[in-house]
């Protein structure tokens, strides 16, 4: 007969899962901008970008365009500013004060991209639809995207109950991270590897917002 795991040890397997995941995703993001302080573009960057715009149309010009806007500045910033603020009408502050932290870490994004200072894809060697501007790596608009997405699947979709709908909540945000990633290869805005790097970038910045959460949570519930 074979015997079902036991809840403390589901909990206990899936924290070992989520350490390792984000240890792994440390070492990337630190190896990818070393690597990427030396090298542009790196080893397939160019094939993987050629294969993403082979599939261009006018049509899908306007999709990545519109889903790359979603994390432009005063797009991320109102989406964020406008969920703490239901949240918080919600009574669900700590929730509020954790989605507020998505702007700090998109503000602290910045320092490696101005350490490594890596040029951008450029017309002779790319199709360019969007000049990006400063450094490339990492890309910001897929480190934003999945932060937000990331902490909405945690701390959101995953309270909707056990169906249809959650499960296509979940399939939304994961999508729409992924898609924005795709989005600025897509638009000549990134190398793939830019991309690369803000979904290793994004994953420890989502464990730690969720560390903040919990303890945050803990602090409130002391009598």
């Given at each position: 007969m074979v015997?079902?795991?036991?809840?403390?040890?589901?909990?206990t397997k899936l924290g070992l899962n989520a350490a390792i995941a984000v240890i792994v995703?440390?070492?990337?993001?630190?190896?990818?901008?070393?690597?990427v302080s030396f090298a542009t573009p790196l080893p397939g960057d160019v094939a993987v970008a050629h294969a993403i715009q082979s599939a261009s149309t006018p049509w899908l010009d306007a999709v990545m365009r519109g889903v790359s806007f979603l994390s432009d500045d005063a797009a991320a910033i109102g989406s964020v500013l406008a969920a703490a603020a239901c949240l918080a009408l919600w009574r669900k502050r700590p929730e509020a004060v954790m989605f507020l932290g998505v702007l700090l870490l998109d503000l602290a994004l910045r320092a490696p991209k101005i350490l490594v200072g890596r040029a951008r894809p450029t017309e002779d060697v790319l199709r360019v639809l969007e000049q990006g501007s400063g450094g490339g790596f990492p890309s910001a608009h897929t480190y934003h995207m999945t932060v937000f997405a990331g902490l909405a699947l945690l701390l959101l979709?995953?309270?909707i109950p056990r169906g249809p709908l959650r499960r296509a909540a979940m399939v939304a945000l994961v999508t729409l991270a992924l898609l924005t990633g795709v989005s600025r290869v897509?638009?000549?805005?990134h190398w793939?590897?830019?991309?690369?790097?803000?979904?290793?970038?994004?994953v420890p910045s989502v464990a730690a917002l969720m560390f903040c959460y919990k303890w945050l949570v803990r602090r409130l519930q002391r009598p």
């Amino acid at each position: 007969m074979v015997m079902s795991m036991k809840p403390a040890e589901k909990f206990t397997k899936l924290g070992l899962n989520a350490a390792i995941a984000v240890i792994v995703s440390l070492v990337v993001a630190m190896l990818l901008t070393l690597w990427v302080s030396f090298a542009t573009p790196l080893p397939g960057d160019v094939a993987v970008a050629h294969a993403i715009q082979s599939a261009s149309t006018p049509w899908l010009d306007a999709v990545m365009r519109g889903v790359s806007f979603l994390s432009d500045d005063a797009a991320a910033i109102g989406s964020v500013l406008a969920a703490a603020a239901c949240l918080a009408l919600w009574r669900k502050r700590p929730e509020a004060v954790m989605f507020l932290g998505v702007l700090l870490l998109d503000l602290a994004l910045r320092a490696p991209k101005i350490l490594v200072g890596r040029a951008r894809p450029t017309e002779d060697v790319l199709r360019v639809l969007e000049q990006g501007s400063g450094g490339g790596f990492p890309s910001a608009h897929t480190y934003h995207m999945t932060v937000f997405a990331g902490l909405a699947l945690l701390l959101l979709a995953s309270r909707i109950p056990r169906g249809p709908l959650r499960r296509a909540a979940m399939v939304a945000l994961v999508t729409l991270a992924l898609l924005t990633g795709v989005s600025r290869v897509y638009l000549g805005a990134h190398w793939p590897s830019d991309v690369v790097g803000a979904f290793a970038y994004a994953v420890p910045s989502v464990a730690a917002l969720m560390f903040c959460y919990k303890w945050l949570v803990r602090r409130l519930q002391r009598p």
